[in-house]
């Protein structure tokens, strides 16, 4: 009977650190910030979707050159995240805690289609391998037509890969998952 309990709970303790939540907001960000550094964009037999098949991030893969660059700036403040550096679709997204308390954790991504969406931490969809933010539905573009990435996460995958998705949205709807996974340099 003893065994048996042990293992009710050994399974039961397992599935809640699978399907656990990031407690706080202040937890997201301060997992953001942990991923300062270069990454650079992990071998191609590794890749899913489209994203790295053409266009700059294609030219990046098999080489040495930083794809994505995370730097924490602002005494602390604030997490600087550089896709693609230096290329023609090098795109920027600004993290930050909302409010001294740390009420959420806001980002505002500056893209390469010309427009900034700003999004807000989503706690209930973070856990101790991912991070997520989700399209702030109190702002003029995610609310809009226009095309917009709507939703950002990061998530570590196996053998420390970095898997970040930004989710593209236009009238109203999905449109494609643009998927990239990195490794530190």
Known sequence: MAMRTGLVLAAALMMSVNTASASSPKEIYDWTAKLQGD????????QVGGATKKGPAAKMLGTDQTAMKFHVTGRGSAVQEILLPGTKKEMM???????????????????????QPEFKSNVKS????????DCDMNTELCNS??????????????NDVLQTTY???????EQKKSIYRFVKK
Not at 39 to 46: E, F, I, R, S, T
Not at 126 to 133: E, L, M, P
């Open 39 to 46: 990454w650079k964009l992990a071998p191609a037999d590794m």
């Open 93 to 115: 997204t600004m993290y930050h805690c909302y409010d001294k308390t740390c009420s959420w954790v806001k980002a505002t991504h500056y893209c390469a289609k010309k427009n």
């Open 126 to 133: 973070s856990s101790a391998q991912k991070i997520a933010f």
């Open 145 to 158: 037509d226009d095309g917009h990435v709507h939703g950002i996460e990061h998530e570590f995958l196996e």
């Open 167 to 173: 989710t593209i949205w236009e009238n109203g709807f």
